[in-house]
Nanobody, 116 residues
Framework: QVQLVESGGGLVQPGGSLRLSCAASGRIFSINTMGWYRQAPGKERELVADINRAGSTNYGDSAKGRFTISRDNAKNMVYLQMNSLKPEDTAVYYC??????????WGQGTQVTVSS
Protein backbone atom coordinates (compact mmCIF):
# COMPACT_ATOMS: atom_id res chain seq x y z
CA GLN A 1 0.00 0.00 0.00
CA VAL A 2 0.96 3.61 -0.60
CA GLN A 3 -0.37 6.48 1.48
CA LEU A 4 -0.62 9.98 0.04
CA VAL A 5 -1.10 13.30 1.82
CA GLU A 6 -1.75 16.47 -0.15
CA SER A 7 -1.23 20.02 1.06
CA GLY A 8 -1.12 23.54 -0.29
CA GLY A 9 -4.66 24.13 -1.43
CA GLY A 10 -6.66 27.19 -0.52
CA LEU A 11 -8.33 30.35 -1.75
CA VAL A 12 -6.51 32.50 -4.27
CA GLN A 13 -7.49 35.42 -6.47
CA PRO A 14 -7.59 35.11 -10.25
CA GLY A 15 -4.10 35.49 -11.66
CA GLY A 16 -2.53 34.22 -8.47
CA SER A 17 -0.39 31.19 -7.78
CA LEU A 18 -0.45 28.14 -5.55
CA ARG A 19 1.91 25.24 -5.01
CA LEU A 20 0.48 21.85 -4.15
CA SER A 21 2.55 19.17 -2.48
CA CYS A 22 1.96 15.47 -2.08
CA ALA A 23 3.93 13.23 0.25
CA ALA A 24 4.04 9.49 -0.36
CA SER A 25 4.72 6.85 2.25
CA GLY A 26 4.42 3.09 2.55
CA ARG A 27 5.53 0.89 -0.35
CA ILE A 28 7.22 3.81 -2.02
CA PHE A 29 9.76 1.64 -3.80
CA SER A 30 6.94 0.48 -6.06
CA ILE A 31 5.97 3.97 -7.28
CA ASN A 32 6.41 4.73 -10.95
CA THR A 33 4.23 7.63 -12.06
CA MET A 34 3.10 10.43 -9.74
CA GLY A 35 0.50 12.94 -10.79
CA TRP A 36 -2.31 15.34 -10.11
CA TYR A 37 -5.94 15.11 -11.11
CA ARG A 38 -8.79 17.47 -10.38
CA GLN A 39 -12.53 17.29 -10.12
CA ALA A 40 -14.83 20.29 -10.25
CA PRO A 41 -18.46 20.10 -9.10
CA GLY A 42 -20.58 18.30 -11.66
CA LYS A 43 -17.60 17.33 -13.78
CA GLU A 44 -15.54 14.21 -14.24
CA ARG A 45 -12.12 13.85 -12.70
CA GLU A 46 -9.44 14.91 -15.19
CA LEU A 47 -5.70 14.69 -15.53
CA VAL A 48 -3.81 17.84 -14.66
CA ALA A 49 -0.27 16.51 -15.00
CA ASP A 50 1.86 13.50 -14.26
CA ILE A 51 5.54 12.64 -14.14
CA ASN A 52 7.39 9.34 -14.20
CA ARG A 53 10.51 8.33 -12.30
CA ALA A 54 12.71 9.47 -15.17
CA GLY A 55 11.16 12.93 -15.08
CA SER A 56 9.09 12.74 -18.24
CA THR A 57 5.98 14.84 -17.89
CA ASN A 58 2.50 14.81 -19.34
CA TYR A 59 0.04 17.71 -19.04
CA GLY A 60 -3.66 18.01 -19.54
CA ASP A 61 -4.78 20.74 -21.91
CA SER A 62 -5.97 22.96 -19.07
CA ALA A 63 -2.53 22.94 -17.44
CA LYS A 64 -0.25 23.52 -20.39
CA GLY A 65 1.72 26.73 -20.15
CA ARG A 66 0.49 27.59 -16.64
CA PHE A 67 1.22 24.63 -14.37
CA THR A 68 4.47 22.80 -13.73
CA ILE A 69 4.78 19.37 -12.15
CA SER A 70 7.94 18.20 -10.45
CA ARG A 71 9.00 15.43 -8.11
CA ASP A 72 11.71 14.71 -5.60
CA ASN A 73 12.36 10.99 -5.62
CA ALA A 74 14.63 11.20 -2.56
CA LYS A 75 11.81 12.77 -0.53
CA ASN A 76 8.98 10.84 -2.21
CA MET A 77 7.24 14.09 -3.02
CA VAL A 78 5.43 15.45 -6.04
CA TYR A 79 4.61 19.11 -6.52
CA LEU A 80 2.31 21.14 -8.72
CA GLN A 81 3.15 24.80 -9.25
CA MET A 82 0.05 26.57 -10.53
CA ASN A 83 0.37 30.06 -11.98
CA SER A 84 -2.07 32.43 -13.65
CA LEU A 85 -4.95 30.70 -11.92
CA LYS A 86 -8.45 31.13 -13.30
CA PRO A 87 -11.86 30.66 -11.70
CA GLU A 88 -12.31 27.56 -13.84
CA ASP A 89 -9.34 25.98 -12.07
CA THR A 90 -11.51 25.73 -8.96
CA ALA A 91 -11.70 22.05 -8.04
CA VAL A 92 -10.59 19.41 -5.61
CA TYR A 93 -7.07 18.39 -6.59
CA TYR A 94 -6.04 14.79 -6.01
CA CYS A 95 -2.60 13.27 -5.92
CA UNK A 96 -2.34 9.89 -7.60
CA UNK A 97 0.51 7.46 -7.91
CA UNK A 98 0.77 4.37 -10.05
CA UNK A 99 2.95 1.50 -9.01
CA UNK A 100 5.19 -0.53 -11.25
CA UNK A 101 2.51 -3.24 -11.27
CA UNK A 102 -0.14 -0.71 -12.33
CA UNK A 103 -1.91 -0.27 -8.98
CA UNK A 104 -3.30 3.23 -8.46
CA UNK A 105 -3.37 5.02 -5.12
CA TRP A 106 -5.20 8.28 -4.44
CA GLY A 107 -4.90 10.98 -1.85
CA GLN A 108 -7.86 12.52 -0.05
CA GLY A 109 -7.76 15.69 -2.13
CA THR A 110 -7.17 19.35 -1.42
CA GLN A 111 -9.56 22.14 -2.35
CA VAL A 112 -8.38 24.91 -4.64
CA THR A 113 -10.72 27.87 -5.02
CA VAL A 114 -9.96 30.71 -7.40
CA SER A 115 -12.19 33.66 -6.71
CA SER A 116 -12.06 37.38 -6.15
Amino acid sequence: QVQLVESGGGLVQPGGSLRLSCAASGRIFSINTMGWYRQAPGKERELVADINRAGSTNYGDSAKGRFTISRDNAKNMVYLQMNSLKPEDTAVYYCKVRSIVMNDYWGQGTQVTVSS
